[in-house]
């Protein structure tokens, strides 16, 4: 079993639509959380950082953590279809902050 | 320009051939990691370093070895190159800021072996 699970989609929604991505893992070591968005041929870009559990919102997006069902979301509200991409989750543990592990990614594409 | 610079962007070597893949950031950011990405596995960790002179093993170190000399430069060597790491890599720079964090990665090299 990998450390950290996502679904790899195709997500496919249309303009206007909230949008649900989801995360779970397995080490309860895991206290730094990351969402990274990564358009085709590029370099990811970090979308969302979060500690321990809790909500964070910036603009359209929402980071959520359930620690206790080792689970994380990102919600992306009013999606517009530039935010078509890979959307991938990444986490760490505070006694290995560095040691960054990745989901798969899910592809998310948001029609016109 | 600030940001993280790979080189190259493109290779192509034969099996058995060992290269190097630069990686600098001019951030002055504490920890570097290399990655690869192959389709439908997202991407894995190779190497990562805290600081000058410390480095440590990720999920898939076989075949790669890595040196911090500097802040700055976090180069990554494929010591005999084999189709298996046909891949893109990417470099990472992160570091803490109060109590967000800063990442940045490069556009990553495209790497096949033949």
């Known amino acids: 079993q990998k450390e950290v699970e996502q679904d790899p989609g195709p997500l496919s929604v249309p303009e206007g639509a909230i949008v649900s991505l989801n995360c779970t893992y397995s080490n309860s070591a895991f206290q730094y959380f990351m969402w990274y968005r990564q358009y085709s041929r590029k370099g990811p870009e970090l979308l969302m950082y979060?500690?321990?559990?809790g909500n964070k919102e910036d603009g359209r997006f929402t980071a959520q953590v359930d620690k206790s069902s080792k689970y994380i979301s990102l919600f992306i509200r009013d999606s517009q279809p530039s935010d078509s991409a890979t959307y991938l989750c990444?986490?760490?543990?505070?006694?290995?902050?560095?040691?960054?592990?990745f989901g798969p990614g899910t592809s998310l594409s948001v029609i016109p | 320009n600030a940001g993280v610079t790979q080189t190259p962007k493109f290779q192509v070597l034969k099996t058995g051939q060992s290269m190097t893949l630069q990686c600098a950031q001019d951030?002055?950011?504490?920890?570097m990691s290399w990655y690869r990405q192959d389709p439908g596995m997202g991407l894995r960790l190779i190497h990562y370093s805290v600081g000058a002179g410390i480095t440590d093993q990720g999920e898939v170190p076989n075949g790669y070895n890595v040196s911090r000399s500097t802040t700055e430069d976090f180069p990554l060597r494929l010591l005999s190159a084999a189709p298996s790491q046909t891949s893109v890599y990417f470099c990472?720079?992160?570091?803490?800021?109060?109590?967000?964090?800063?990442?940045?990665f490069g556009q990553g090299t495209r790497l096949t072996v033949v």
């Open positions: 979060t500690y321990s559990s």
């Open positions: 990472a720079s992160r570091a803490m800021t109060g109590s967000n964090t800063e990442a940045f």
């Open positions: 990444a986490m760490s543990a505070k006694t290995s902050y560095d040691k960054v592990i």
């Open positions: 951030m002055n950011h504490e920890y």
